[in-house]
């Protein structure tokens, strides 16, 4: 099966960046969207920054300006970087996955486990 592997989350100050990865596992033919996703205390999963594997992008409007998605086709993996964080980007990120997996011909949508984002005013 699939694993996606989330890190880098952690506490920072308003202003400041991290830079989140989402290294995806397994049996993979291929991935098409790569996404990253939030979910605040008593607030709805949203998504925060989408990318393809013809690297097109797409983000939140919260995100525009701030936030940078990429990725590595070949290792699978999916990065977001986060500058200019603000206390109202606190939540848990999930990384998602648009997946094919090897000897078959449909794709199937993978979360990791999700990784803490803390800003502190």
């Known amino acids: 099966q699939v694993q996606l592997v989330e890190s880098g989350g952690g506490l920072v100050q308003a202003g400041g960046s991290l830079t989140l990865s989402c290294a995806a596992s397994?049996?993979?033919?291929?991935?098409?969207?790569m996404d990253w996703y939030r979910q605040a205390p008593g607030k709805q999963r949203e998504l925060v920054a989408a990318?393809?594997?013809?690297?097109?992008?797409n983000y939140a409007d919260s995100a525009k300006g701030r936030f940078t998605i990429s990725r590595d086709n070949a290792k699978n993996t999916v990065y977001l970087q986060m500058n200019s964080l603000k206390p109202e980007d606190t939540a848990i990120y999930y990384c998602h996955a648009y997946i094919r997996l090897l000897g078959v011909d449909w794709y199937n949508n993978y979360w990791g486990q999700g990784t803490q984002v803390t800003v502190s005013s």
């Open positions: 990318s393809t594997s013809s690297s097109s992008t």
């Open positions: 397994g049996s993979i033919y291929s991935a098409s969207a």
